[in-house]
């Protein structure tokens, strides 16, 4: 795919969800989908609003707000937490974070800081009871599990799109200014920051000793928790999604189709089951015997272990949000098609579709 083709769609996208108003109900948003599951609901943000969606049967159970609200726009993907708040930021030109509850889509706390100057485009990370939310103005916040600023935030320089993660012991947030910021949140402090050559619009993924890390530099990197970084793979084109790492194969996925298995105790590529020409933005989804993959070109796709095509449905639209299991479905959520999410079984068979309400 032609470099410069994908960076006008990412920015019409982000332009498109940031600036134009909200869609009225009972329409598919313009917008890249946010998109969390639990074992009885779906949680899709999709522009105007965030919905609730029973996975048996495809039905909506709430949407937040009640009324659309032109200046509020959400497009990150929800965070469910362990002591039951749905947790999603605006995009919008105002920003409150929010509490919701999962079972109503009632508020259950808003804050909207004074300090921060962009929009909430990432899933915050919830850990040892604070909330760690990026935003676009570079600055990564704080907050208790009721919403309070906990500590001062922490200026790592670009926008920050993704979630961090977390071994446990130290945070790992990755930015478009081409860094990885490893932070150690017993004292807020910024351990290393390393430059990956390329911006990172997606989180790295926890292994042994360190992270795996992709890049518009066309690499993975794994970089220690002492900030030593090795390059153990390159690509033909940009890695947007997050790597998948099962033991020691790493699963990843380029702008130019390549979806591709690599031994990391070896170096070596298991297999590339290339898809000519249709970009892989999503991360991939390792569930059960097969990997999914969601393309540009609205492709669903499984794969065995071994990189064999399992079975392959075109949803219609784009598909640029990772799938995501909630049950015996795997949900996928297309933008720019006739509705704004689809479950599948394992077997690729289509269990029902969801068009917001009018």
């Not at 799109?161 to 490893?182: E, F, M, N, Q, R």
Request: charged share 15%; proline share 4%; aromatic share 10%.
């Amino acid at each position: 795919m032609n470099t410069k083709r994908l960076i006008l769609i990412s920015l019409l996208v982000l332009l498109g969800t940031l600036f134009l108003s909200a869609c009225s109900g009972g329409q598919v948003s313009n917008n890249w989908h946010g998109l969390a599951a639990d074992a009885e609901r779906a949680y899709l943000s999709s522009g105007a609003f965030v919905y609730a969606i029973d996975v048996k049967t495809g039905k909506q159970v709430w949407q937040y707000p009640a009324e659309a609200d032109s200046k509020l726009m959400f497009y990150a993907t929800p965070i469910l937490t362990a002591d039951g708040q749905l947790l999603i930021g605006s995009a919008g030109t105002h920003h409150p974070f929010t509490s919701l509850d999962p079972a109503t889509g009632k508020e259950k706390w808003a804050e909207s800081f004074t300090k921060n100057k962009g929009a909430w485009l990432s899933t915050p990370l919830v850990f040892n009871d604070t909330i760690y939310a990026p935003n676009t103005d570079g600055f990564l916040y704080m907050m208790d599990m009721n919403g309070k600023e906990s500590a001062d935030p922490i200026e790592l320089g670009g926008a920050l799109w993704s979630a961090p993660t977390t071994d446990g012991s130290l945070l790992y947030v990755t930015s478009l200014d081409h860094h990885v910021h490893i932070i150690d949140p017993a004292n807020s402090a910024v351990n290393k920051s390393i430059n990956l050559g390329g911006a990172a619009p997606s989180s790295p993924v926890i292994a042994k000793g360190g992270v795996y890390v992709g890049s518009f530099a066309s690499t993975i990197e794994f970089v220690t928790s002492a900030g030593e970084s090795k390059t153990i793979a390159t690509a033909d084109n940009w890695i947007w999604g997050s790597p998948v790492l099962d033991g020691d194969t790493l699963y990843y996925a380029d702008l130019k189709g390549n979806i591709i298995s690599l031994d990391v105790a070896s170096g070596k590529q298991n297999w590339n089951a290339t898809q000519k020409d249709d970009a892989v933005i999503a991360s991939l989804l390792l569930h059960g015997d097969q990997i999914y993959a969601a393309t540009e070109a609205g492709n669903f796709i499984a794969f065995d272990r071994e990189g064999k095509l399992v079975w392959e449905k075109n949803v219609g639209g784009s598909l640029y949000t990772t799938p995501v299991v909630s049950g015996e479905h795997i949900l996928v959520a297309p933008y720019q098609a006739e509705f704004a999410l689809a479950a599948y079984d394992k077997d690729g068979k289509q269990a029902w579709t969801f068009t917001p309400e009018k």
